[in-house]
């Protein structure tokens, strides 16, 4: 073993601590075939941990061919959708609650339009889908005239982007809507999915022919991501490990061209050549980045958090300023019961 997620010190709410236990106790967990690495195609695969930051059984995998870390086996669908649906927001519950969240969706919907606008992607997009919405703040971020539709498994979540006008569907009703769309976000989402390659093709049926996929997923080399411990980085809930070269490469497995990436592990796709891709050659050692994680001392994490907030505060002041309030502003209007 090389990772001892255990070692990480998780301070956990009543709640969560509740839930996990209840799901432990129960076997929630069902486990579906082993998979091929779905970077490269390879299935020789080294230990890397046995278990998740929770303490759930898991076993994490290390691609010997190309470094793509993931969870395999991994859980069956059904198991997935129930998780999803009934567990998640106990068993992941964050600390900003429903507002703190909305704005920080919100900013990232600024975020994008940003980058799509210096990419020179920005013209002629008309209409946005937003899959994995939560609570719909990235969507209500994009331009009213935009028609704006976003799908997730959590009916309270969807219920709080509906009470101020948004259109948040639940995800059992995907596969059969039948409109395209010029822009489709993935934010914090294909790390979630059993099979990033058949969701890619999946989530791509749904484009216009000229549109365009802009997703997000944790970056194990950015730096924005170092305010957290690397054991943290290992939680149930995130099957893959992506670099920008393995996030290319499962893109185009799905027949998507890669149109930007950094290693932020933000990137535009777009329906396109899969040969734009290099297997396995053009794909860095993942592991070697998480050895070199972990072997970072407290106080050069700690100096990563502050870098990290530091930045965050100096965007507040500046260009992001006007976002911020735009995103506070919006977020009062959500009415919750018993609010
Ligand atoms: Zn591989």
Redesign the pocket.
Same mark, same amino acid.
């Given at each position: 073993m090389i990772l001892k997620p255990d070692q990480g010190k998780i301070s956990i709410s009543d709640t969560q601590r509740r839930r996990i236990t209840e799901l432990k106790a129960g076997n929630f967990f069902r486990f579906r075939k082993p998979d091929p &690495?779905f970077? &490269? @195609? @390879?299935t020789e695969f080294t230990d890397v941990c046995s278990e998740d930051r929770y303490g759930f059984q898991l076993e994490y995998v290390h691609?010997t061919? &190309? @470094?793509?870390i993931f969870a395999n086996p991994y859980y069956t669908d059904e198991c997935l959708t129930e998780f999803y649906t009934k567990h998640y927001t106990e068993v992941y519950g964050r600390g900003g609650g429903v507002e703190g969240t909305f704005v920080g969706e919100f900013m990232v919907g600024r975020k994008i339009t940003r980058l799509l606008r210096k990419l020179g992607l920005y013209e002629g997009i008309s209409s946005a889908l937003d899959y994995g919405c939560a609570y719909g703040g990235t969507l209500a971020a994009l331009p009213e005239s935009w028609r704006r539709a976003g799908y997730d498994f959590d009916p309270r979540q969807l219920a709080v982007g509906n009470s101020i006008g948004l259109d948040l569907r639940p995800m059992s009703e995907f596969a059969s809507a039948p409109e395209r769309y010029k822009l489709i976000t993935m934010i914090q989402v294909l790390e979630h999915l059993p099979d990033p390659v058949q969701s890619l093709r999946e989530v791509a049926s749904k484009l216009s022919p000229d549109g365009l996929i802009y997703l997000e997923v944790p970056g194990l080399r950015a730096s924005e991501n170092r305010r957290y411990d690397i054991h943290l980085a290992f939680k149930n809930c995130h099957r893959h490990m992506f670099t920008a070269a393995s996030l290319r490469n499962v893109a185009a497995a799905a027949g998507l061209e890669t149109l930007f990436v950094n290693e932020s592990l933000e990137a535009v796709l777009r329906p396109g050549s899969p040969k734009a891709a290099a297997m396995?050659a053009g794909?860095e050692d993942t592991l070697g980045s998480v050895r070199g994680r972990l072997r970072e001392t407290p106080v050069k994490r700690r100096f990563f958090q502050l870098l990290h907030d530091l930045r965050r505060y100096m965007h507040k002041l500046g260009a992001g300023r006007h976002d911020f309030a735009d995103a506070r502003k919006m977020a009062r209007q959500i009415k919750l019961e018993g609010k």
């Open positions: &690495c970077a &490269c @195609g @390879g691609c061919d &190309c @470094g793509f396995p794909l």
